[in-house]
């Protein structure tokens, strides 16, 4: 940028003002004058978001910022894998099937992606209470990227190009474009970074030199590395894994289990119904003694235990090594036979991660029943890479030292599908909030997973890949799976996230919602209609009529077999019903957990400026002054959440902060009047 020149950004005219959804229906008529469904050439262009990577956090970092009308470059080294899933074709589970609702709530892509690979459904943990349930798919390898390539492109303010970034272009410490390894500078306001493995990426299988990739067949990106270590950013490594992959026309699966597909139409996208592809099944399988001495025999052989990888892997997805060492009295463990998709007989092997040599997988394959004969088509590996510690970022996944330039997925240290896009939609949104000059869009840990999620890693950082599980929410009550687009979508709606189509759907939903709990709070429910149905379902009769709301609270009668004959004016088995029977049965619980979230919205009202000389308040002990100032937490609950941090010092912080305060209006300085506490 010849003397530091900043060209006003394509569409500058039509930026919102702040609080001010700007009408789509105009923006898109606009568009329609670059060219055939909005795309230009990103050579010469100025955009208002630039997001690198076109991995899970990228697609939605990307798509965010241009549903929300920012001008917005999606750069990836390769556009045939953007939506790529490097490891298990899956979506979902226990939390991570929140996760992805929640992305869709919000307009994201990950749910039409899911629903439109879909080949495999199951609704894990139902014999448990609803706030853990977790709906989890097997997608197809190849439907899922096509799909996902399917819905950016209907995006009118989104623009591809397949490049590799190599650098920032900084100026005033802060961001403004990339250049390319090409020596092509692209200007933008704001930039993400969404580089997952491939920051100096280094693919390992047995004790041999490790091979510098991104994932397997690509290179990694070195330069964009060193140029953000060079900001002065603090960085550190993580390793991750993948099983190897078999040839299921030589699986024996008289040998094993058949894992079949919950029959439910669920739908992970709760505003575009797609079509569902043909479902098939899974299978199961287990590994015994013999795989256990042969794995105790090589480990030496292992890249993750014979030195060559220095970084910290997964604690809840570890390789079978892992197992087999951290674990060393369970006699089996279990595997995992799943699809790769409808059109290919490759089994992913779910379950055995590993970075052995190809000799030692194999013969360990041999071991497990069902595998006996099975022909290894990709072999497992395990991949260190670099992450920043995300201690160093806001809660919008700004970098705090260097305003303009967020974070999102693997760079900040995680690990999972989801994960990575739920950091990409919060990064993506608040950088296109940024580049349009809106207030930030920060979602609290009673609000959704995803807030839990970015609290986490800010205020506790990091110190192994970090997966989501329903024990890190302290409201999962509230956070369920079947009321993520109500609890989020009309947070969405109100920035400008959703597109149209996504708002009438989602205007929709909420009234079906309305009728559903009108029809069962108002109605009456005789004996002579229900009695033998109770009975069904062993439960009392009635003696006299009784409102339907009082039937759904007791523990054993559910709205689908209540309402298994058609007496109601909504579909029993729409996920509308379901919510809306979990609100019922469990209203006292979710009042109380209510009421815990506003008492944590106090604490959160007393703010903390980012200015607080820590160091100097001497009543809080030094560890806490330390940590304090690490993270520097924007308020008093979210500095109660950094561990070690104790009650006391809370204490001493308020009485800290109030003295800091007062001196600062002493000196006409505006702190004291503009922090609420």
């Known amino acids: 940028m010849p003397g530091g020149r900043v060209a006003d950004a394509p569409g500058a005219g039509r930026t919102p003002k702040r609080g001010v959804m700007p009408g789509r229906e105009q923006v898109m008529k606009e568009d329609a004058t670059r060219g055939a469904g909005g795309r230009a050439d990103a050579r010469g262009e100025r955009y208002d978001v630039i997001v690198i990577g076109g991995g899970h956090a990228g697609t939605e970092a990307a798509a965010a910022a241009a549903r929300l009308c920012a001008r917005t470059l999606l750069i990836t080294p390769d556009l045939d894998r953007i939506g790529q899933m490097s490891c298990n074709p899956a979506i979902g589970g226990v939390a991570k099937g929140v996760v992805a609702r929640e992305v869709d709530a919000l307009g994201g892509v990950m749910g039409r992606a899911t629903d439109a690979s879909r080949i495999h459904f199951r609704m894990l943990n139902r014999s448990k209470g609803p706030a853990v349930w977790g709906p989890r798919a097997q997608c197809d390898r190849g439907l899922y990227p096509r799909a996902v390539r399917r819905v950016l492109d209907e995006l009118p303010d989104l623009v591809l190009m397949q490049e590799m970034v190599s650098g920032l272009i900084m100026e005033g410490g802060r961001p403004r474009g990339v250049v390319t390894r090409g020596g092509q500078v692209v200007e933008g306001k704001v930039v993400v970074?969404?580089?997952?493995?491939?920051?100096?990426?280094?693919?390992?299988?047995?004790?041999?030199a490790g091979v510098d990739a991104g994932r397997a067949g690509e290179a990694p990106s070195l330069e964009l590395a060193e140029a953000l270590e060079a900001e002065g950013l603090e960085l550190a490594r993580f390793k991750t894994g993948t099983p190897p992959r078999v040839d299921g026309r030589t699986v024996d699966f008289s040998r094993v289990e058949v894992q079949e597909s919950h029959p439910e139409d669920f739908r992970f996208s709760g505003y575009v119904r797609e079509e569902l592809p043909e479902q098939t099944v899974c299978w199961i399988t287990w590994t015994g003694q013999e795989l256990r001495d042969l794995i105790q025999d090589n480990l030496e052989r292992?890249?993750?235990?014979?030195?060559?990888?220095?970084?910290?892997?997964?604690?809840?997805?570890p390789s079978i090594e892992d197992k087999i060492v951290r674990f060393p009295d369970n006699p089996r463990h279990q595997v995992f036979l799943e699809p790769e998709g409808l059109h290919t007989r490759e089994l992913y092997v779910n379950g055995l991660s590993t970075s052995l040599p190809l000799e030692v997988q194999e013969a360990?394959?041999?071991?497990?029943?069902?595998?006996?004969?099975?022909?290894?088509?990709?072999?497992?590996?395990a991949i260190e890479y670099d992450y920043f510690p995300p201690h160093q970022l806001r809660h919008t996944l700004e970098v705090r030292a260097i305003p303009g330039l967020f974070f999102a997925g693997q760079i900040n240290g995680t690990t999972g599908y989801e994960e990575a896009a739920g950091q990409g939609i919060v990064a993506g949104t608040n950088a296109g909030l940024k580049a349009l000059g809106r207030e930030p869009f920060i979602l609290e840990r009673d609000q959704a997973y995803l807030g839990v999620l970015v609290d986490d890693l800010v205020t506790r950082g990091v110190d192994e890949p970090y997966r989501l599980f329903t024990s890190r929410?302290?409201?999962?009550?509230?956070?369920?799976?079947?009321?993520?687009?109500?609890?989020?979508?009309?947070l969405a709606e109100e920035i400008g996230l959703l597109t149209p189509e996504h708002r009438e759907a989602l205007h929709q939903r909420l009234k079906r919602r309305r009728r559903v709990l009108g029809w069962l709070r108002q109605e009456l429910a005789r004996p002579e209609e229900v009695n033998p149905r109770l009975e069904r379902m062993d439960s009392s009769g009635l003696a006299e009529p009784v409102r339907w709301v009082e039937l759904l609270r007791r523990p054993e009668v559910s709205v689908a077999e209540l309402f298994a004959e058609g007496q109601t004016p909504f579909d029993p088995e729409g996920d509308t019903a379901a919510a809306v029977e979990v609100e019922i049965k469990y209203e006292g619980y979710v009042q109380r957990e209510r009421e815990r979230a506003e008492r944590l919205r106090e604490k959160a009202g007393f703010k903390l400026s980012e200015e607080l000389p820590y160091m100097a308040f001497e009543t809080i002990s030094y560890e806490s002054r330390e940590k304090l100032l690490r993270v520097r937490p924007a308020n008093l609950a979210q500095a109660g959440r950094i561990p070690g941090v104790s009650p006391a010092d809370l204490q001493n912080l308020i009485l800290e902060v109030r003295r800091w305060r007062k001196q600062r209006a002493s000196e006409g300085r505006d702190e004291a009047t503009t922090v609420v506490g």
């Open 193 to 208: 970074v969404t580089a997952g493995t491939f920051l100096r990426g280094k693919i390992h299988v047995g004790g041999e």
């Open 473 to 490: 929410a302290e409201f999962r009550l509230l956070l369920r799976q079947d009321n993520a687009h109500e609890r989020l979508g009309p």
């Open 302 to 317: 292992s890249a993750l235990y014979g030195g060559a990888l220095s970084g910290r892997g997964p604690r809840y997805c």
């Open 364 to 381: 360990f394959l041999r071991t497990v029943p069902g595998l006996e004969e099975a022909r290894i088509t990709r072999m497992g590996y």
